[in-house]
Every structure is written in structure tokens, then in C-alpha cells.
């Protein structure tokens, strides 16, 4: 559908494309061009893995591009949670209570006075008990919730962000099936993750 409104409007506007060469990212031509320079890559020593946060289908069971994400506005509601801080506790507010168990840090920004006591010192999850690092970034928004965001590996992209710049830990908690995994990540109490294991998000 996307094609077509593309091609109708690039019409319209009378630019001058040769419908005859047209291509997509998934005809056998596109392909061979992709894995021959996979082969290249590979050959030169460039190609590795890694564990890496990816838009996931999990209906499907399939990665998926950006170009195919539609946003759409949804209910929601920032829950309170409260983090056991050395100086006592610090309250969260998250729309995304579910990936406590995947929480690597909170972070703030740095021209937040309210927090800057507790930089480079850490604090302990709700429920959960883990010690998490509290760092500042300057994606954080102090006018958003209480100011200060908790950082789980992955919930949108924010958290891809600050996990990658900040260098944080990897909790992973949703599987490719979109429930919580049967085994808890590392340094999660297992007792009380049992509770949510086998869970999809809405449960």
C-alpha cells in the first residue's frame, strides 16, 4: 500500500522515474547484492556477532524494519515505584512497571540539582532487591514524571540509548514469544520473578 501511495504521489507531482527500474529490499535481485556483500564483509574479517537490542514481531516471529512501525496513540498510566536509595528512598514514576526485573539503572538529567547527590552511587530495586547505578544524561527529561527514569534493557528507545552510551548491564526479560522468560537475568532474585515468568506484558 505504501508503494503505491508513493508511486501515485511521485506521478502527481510529474517527477521523472522510470517505473521499469523499480526495486524493493526484499526482490531476488536486492537480495544477492545483500549477500554478496555479506560474503565481502565476512571475507575482510568485518562481519561478527553480538547480543543487540531489535524491533521484534512477535506474532510473526521476525525482526521488523522502522519503516513498517506504525505509532498509535494508547491508554496509559505512570505507576510509582520506589527505589531504595543510601540516603533514603527514591521514587520512580514508569509507565512500564513489568520491566522492573530488566532495570540496569536510573538516570537524570545533569542539570537536575534534585539528584545530583546520588551520582555515581547506586540504589536498590523495589522487589527485586538489585543494585542498579544511578547516572545522568542529558536525554533526560526533569519536567517528565518524578525527573529521574529507570532504564530497562529494552523498553523503547530512550532505554536503547542510554544503555548503549552509558554502557549499562543487560537484563533481559521479554522473550521472542513475548512473555517473560521462564529464568530470571543475572542478580535477580528467583524466587520472585517466578511470579511473572511465562507473563505477556499485559498480564
Known amino acids: 500500500e505504501d508503494e503505491k501511495a508513493f508511486e501515485a504521489l511521485w506521478r502527481r507531482l510529474g517527477l521523472s522515474v522510470d517505473w521499469e527500474l523499480t526495486y524493493t529490499t526484499i526482490g531476488e535481485r ?44 494508547r491508554q496509559g498510566a505512570y505507576h510509582k515505584l520506589r527505589f531504595h536509595g543510601p540516603d533514603g528512598p527514591v521514587d520512580v514514576d514508569t509507565t512500564r512497571p513489568e520491566l522492573l526485573p530488566a532495570c540496569v539503572a536510573l538516570v537524570f538529567h545533569p542539570g537536575d540539582e534534585r539528584y545530583r547527590h546520588l551520582l555515581g552511587r547506586t540504589v536498590r530495586t523495589p522487589f527485586f532487591d538489585v543494585e542498579v547505578p544511578v547516572r545522568e544524561h542529558p536525554m533526560a527529561a526533569p519536567d517528565k514524571g518524578t525527573g529521574i527514569a529507570m532504564v530497562c534493557t529494552f523498553g523503547d528507545l530512550a532505554d536503547v540509548t542510554w544503555w548503549r552510551e552509558l554502557r549499562l548491564d543487560t537484563r533481559v526479560v521479554i522473550g521472542r514469544d513475548g512473555r517473560l522468560l521462564p529464568e530470571p537475568p543475572h542478580g535477580v532474585d528467583p524466587e520472585t520473578y517466578a511470579r511473572l515468568a511465562g507473563r505477556t506484558v499485559n498480564q
Open 30 to 73: 536486492s537480495q544477492a547484492v545483500s549477500q554478496r556483500a555479506f560474503l565481502r564483509n565476512l571475507a575482510r574479517g568485518e562481519a561478527y556477532t553480538s547480543e543487540a537490542p531489535t524491533l521484534w514481531d512477535v506474532g510473526f516471529r521476525t525482526a521488523v524494519a522502522q519503516a513498517e512501525l506504525e505509532d498509535r496513540e
